[in-house]
C-alpha cells in the first residue's frame, strides 16, 4: 500500500518505492531473466537455421529420423513429438489455474494444480529422455564415406530405409576393442561396430535388393537413391560403419544435426528439468502456508512466469527442429 | 496485486466469463494449432510443398506464422501481459522482437552466402 500512496505523491518520487510498471521487483526479475533466456535460445535455433542454409542440400529430414513412438513398432513421424507438446501446453494450463487459484488464495487448489504442473513436467522430461535414448541407439546403422558424407541403405522394391543387420553378416574377426588397460599409454577406443565396412560391402554385393540411399535432397524434395552400380561405387568409398548418433558422428545425416539435437533439445530439457525442482520447492511451500502467511501468492505466479516460458520456447523447438 | 483479467480475446470477437474459463478456451485453440501443424506435418499437402515463397517452402511459411499465433496466446494469456502495464508488454515483447529478427535475418543471409560458395565454387565436398 505504501507504493500506492507513493505514486500519488510527486513529492515521494525521488525516496524509491515507485513501481511505474505495477510489477514488483521479483516479477521484473524473472521478466528480465526471461528476455535474456529468449535470446540465448533465439541463439541456438538461429545457429540450427545458418547451419541448415549453409548444407540444404543434404541437411537430414526430421519425420525420416524421429519416426518412433514407445511401445509401438513402425513408422509414425511426428505422433511422439506432438504429444510431448501436447503434454507441456496441458502443464501450462495448470500453472496458470494454479495462479489463479492463488489469486483467490485457495490454497489446496493452488497445492493440487502445482503438483499436476509437476507430473506433467515429469512426464515431458521421461519422454525427452526417452527420445534420446532412441536417438543415441539408433535403428538402422549407415556408413560414412571418407569426405564424411553417410550412406543408408534401402530396399529397391518399397524404397523403405532397411537396418544393416537385415543384409549384413559379420565375419569372423579376431580385432577386440582396445580398453585402456591394456596398452602401455592408457589410451582406448570406442566400442566396435557391429560390422566392418568391408562386411557391408559384401552384403551389398550379395543383395540384388538393396541400394545405397545418399544424403542429397533431390527436386521432389526426397533423399536420393542411387541404382545398383553407383550403389555398389558410392560404398566403395566407405571408412566408417555408424550406429546410432554420438556428438562426433550419426546415421541420420550430417554431423551437425545430431550435435543441434543435443545441445537444443538438452538445454530445454535442462530448463524443464530445474522448472520441475523449482516447482517442487513452490509446491512444499504452499502446502507449509508460507504464502497463506504472505497473503499473496505472487511467488507462484513468478514460477508460473519461468514454466511458460519452457512451454513458450518448445514451441518453436518444435516447428524449427520437428516440422520446417 | 492487480487481479483484473482481460477477458476478451481475438481482438474481442470472444469474450469469456471468468479467467478460468478463458484459460481453457485458449487450450483449446492451442490444442486445434498444433493438430494443424501436425496433420500439416505428416500429410505435406503437395501444393504446399511446391510452391516457394521468399526462398522457403509455403508449408514452413505456415507452421512459423502458427508458430508464433501459439507463442502471442502463450505469451499474453498464460504469461499475463494481456493484464500487464503497456510500457512493461512494450518492452519485454519488441525488445525480443527486434534482436532475434535481426540476428535471424543476419545469420541466414550469411548461411545461404556460405551455401553458394561451397556451391559454386572449387570445393569438394565428397571425394
Redesign the interface.
Known amino acids: 500500500m505504501e507504493t500506492a500512496v507513493a505514486n500519488h505523491q510527486p513529492a515521494k518520487v525521488w525516496g524509491g518505492g515507485n513501481e ?5 521487483y521479483g516479477k521484473m526479475m524473472m ?1 528480465f531473466f ?2 535474456s533466456d ?2 540465448t535460445f ?2 541456438f535455433l ?2 540450427y ?9 543434404i541437411w537430414p529430414i526430421a ?1 525420416q529420423v524421429f519416426t518412433h513412438v514407445p511401445f509401438f513398432h513402425g513408422n509414425y ?3 511422439y513429438v ?1 504429444f510431448m ?2 503434454i507441456l ?2 502443464s ?2 495448470t ?3 494454479a ?2 487459484a492463488g ?1 483467490h488464495l485457495r490454497k489446496s487448489k493452488v497445492a493440487l494444480y502445482m503438483l499436476l504442473t509437476i507430473v506433467g513436467g515429469a512426464i515431458f522430461v521421461g519422454s525427452q529422455a526417452w527420445e534420446w535414448a532412441t536417438f543415441i541407439k539408433g535403428e538402422y546403422g549407415a556408413v560414412e ?5 553417410i550412406l543408408q541403405f534401402v530396399d529397391a522394391e518399397t524404397g523403405h530405409q532397411i537396418a544393416l543387420h537385415d543384409f549384413v553378416t559379420a565375419a569372423e574377426t579376431d580385432r577386440t576393442q582396445h580398453l585402456n588397460k591394456n596398452g602401455v599409454w592408457f589410451v582406448d577406443e570406442d566400442a566396435l561396430p557391429s560390422y566392418t565396412v568391408a562386411d557391408v560391402q559384401a552384403g551389398l554385393a550379395a543383395h540384388e535388393n538393396v541400394l545405397v540411399r545418399t544424403e542429397t535432397i533431390n527436386e521432389a ?1 526426397a533423399k536420393t537413391i542411387l541404382d545398383r552400380n553407383a550403389s555398389i561405387e558410392a560404398l566403395a ?1 566407405g571408412l566408417h560403419v555408424v550406429e546410432g548418433a554420438n556428438l562426433i558422428r550419426n546415421e541420420y545425416g550430417h554431423r551437425l544435426f545430431a550435435d543441434f539435437f543435443f545441445f537444443i533439445t538438452g538445454f530445454h530439457g535442462f530448463h524443464v528439468f530445474s522448472g520441475v525442482v523449482i516447482n517442487v520447492i513452490i509446491f512444499f511451500n504452499v502446502l507449509l502456508g508460507t504464502y497463506e502467511k504472505r497473503k ?1 501468492y ?1 511467488m507462484v ?1 513468478k514460477v ?2 519461468y514454466w ?2 519452457v ?2 520456447v518448445w ?2 523447438v ?2 524449427f527442429f ?3 | 496485486m492487480a487481479h483484473e483479467h482481460k477477458l476478451s480475446i481475438f481482438r474481442g470477437a470472444v469474450t469469456f466469463k471468468n479467467n478460468v474459463q478463458k484459460i481453457w478456451g485458449v487450450l483449446i485453440f492451442l490444442s486445434l494449432i498444433t493438430a494443424v501443424e501436425v496433420a500439416l506435418g505428416i500429410t505435406k499437402p503437395e501444393f504446399l510443398v511446391k510452391t516457394p515463397l521468399l526462398g522457403m517452402r509455403l508449408l514452413n511459411w505456415i507452421f512459423i506464422g502458427l508458430t508464433l499465433v501459439k507463442a502471442y496466446y502463450i505469451a499474453w494469456d498464460f504469461m499475463h501481459l494481456r493484464d500487464e502495464k503497456t510500457g512493461l508488454r512494450r518492452s519485454v515483447v519488441w525488445t525480443a522482437v527486434f534482436l532475434i529478427a535481426y540476428l535471424t535475418t543476419l545469420l541466414l543471409i550469411e548461411g545461404n552466402y556460405v551455401y553458394e560458395t561451397y556451391a559454386n565454387g572449387f570445393i569438394k565436398w565428397n571425394f
Not at chain 1, 511505474?20 to 514488483?24: D, G, Q
Not at chain 1, 537455421?49 to 540444404?56: E, L, T, V
Not at chain 1, 564415406?145 to 558424407?149: N, V
Request: proline content about 3%.
Open positions: 511505474p510498471l505495477n510489477a514488483s521478466w526471461i528476455l529468449a535470446l533465439s541463439a538461429v545457429s537455421g545458418f547451419s541448415r542454409f549453409k548444407f540444404i542440400e519425420d513421424p511426428m505422433y506432438a507438446t501436447f501446453i496441458m501450462s494450463v500453472m496458470v489455474l495462479v489463479d489469486h564415406t571418407k569426405g564424411g558424407r524434395g568409398g499473496h505472487e505466479e508460473g512466469l511458460h516460458f512451454d513458450l514451441v518453436f518444435f516447428t520437428y516440422l520446417v
